[in-house]
């Protein structure tokens, strides 16, 4: 009988936590989850992409050495607030995560290689963060625009979580908004290659991806 009576209790105590976990969930950011994706047209031949990756000033650089890409912007998306700043986001109550929009020719590079860029430039198993950064704000994120991008980005996830054994972090939106970051985030990196972040965690993250995937490098991005 006192077993039964401890088993009832770890049973509830169990539920309770459940219950006030899911009570917990932001309906918000809930909606954000289940919204249908936004399209955004091509222009002058161009598509975009749009990547959360941890601090995207280490992100925005990656981006910018790959072929076939023509600018890497710096921003917010995935969350609930209109017009997010830096300071708001970084409380983790907007909802929303440091992102990047790649602007990129789709005759050079497709969107299946800028998933390949995106899960070989992290660590695919650190939950809200990416290195030294941790909270929502850096949690890894991939928006897909249609149902052709997010089946290319489900079975990658899969074959990666399969091959390394492991749970994969990165969450699967559909796209809603992107938000461009302050003008001083912008190029960050490479304006401010001697600042103490850039040296001890954007570069080496940068030239990790650049011995791991030399094929995929513009010319000048190869010395």
């Not at 695919?124 to 994120?141: A, C, F, H, L």
């Not at 079975?155 to 091959?163: M, Q, R, T, V």
């Not at 969450?171 to 990196?189: I, S, T």
Request: a negative charge; glycine letters at 6%.
């Amino acid at each position: 009988m006192k077993q039964m009576k401890k088993l009832l209790s770890i049973i509830t105590i169990t539920l309770l936590f459940s219950c006030k976990n899911q009570a917990q969930v932001n309906p918000k950011q809930q909606a954000v989850i289940d919204a249908e994706p936004v399209v955004v047209p091509l222009k002058d031949g161009k598509a975009r992409a749009y990547f959360a990756s941890g601090c995207f000033w280490c992100v925005e650089a990656i981006y910018e050495s790959v072929k076939g890409v023509e600018e890497s912007i710096s921003g917010y998306a995935g969350g609930f607030t209109e017009n997010p700043t830096y300071e708001a986001s970084n409380t983790g109550k907007t909802g929303h995560a440091e992102a990047v929009e790649i602007i990129y020719d789709p005759e050079v590079i497709t969107f299946s290689e800028l998933v390949d860029v995106y899960f070989g430039s992290q660590n695919p198993m650190q939950i809200n963060g990416q290195g030294p950064d941790n909270g929502s704000q850096y949690r890894s994120i991939i928006f897909y625009q249609n149902d052709e991008q997010k089946k290319i980005i489900e079975d990658k996830k899969a074959a990666l979580a399969k091959e390394l054994n492991v749970t994969i972090a990165a969450e699967v939106y559909p796209f809603q908004k992107f938000w461009v970051a302050e003008d001083y985030h912008q190029n960050y990196e490479r304006l401010h290659p001697n600042q103490g972040y850039i040296r001890n965690v954007s570069i080496p993250r940068l030239n990790k991806f650049k011995a791991k995937f030399p094929e995929l490098l513009k010319e000048d991005e190869k010395h």
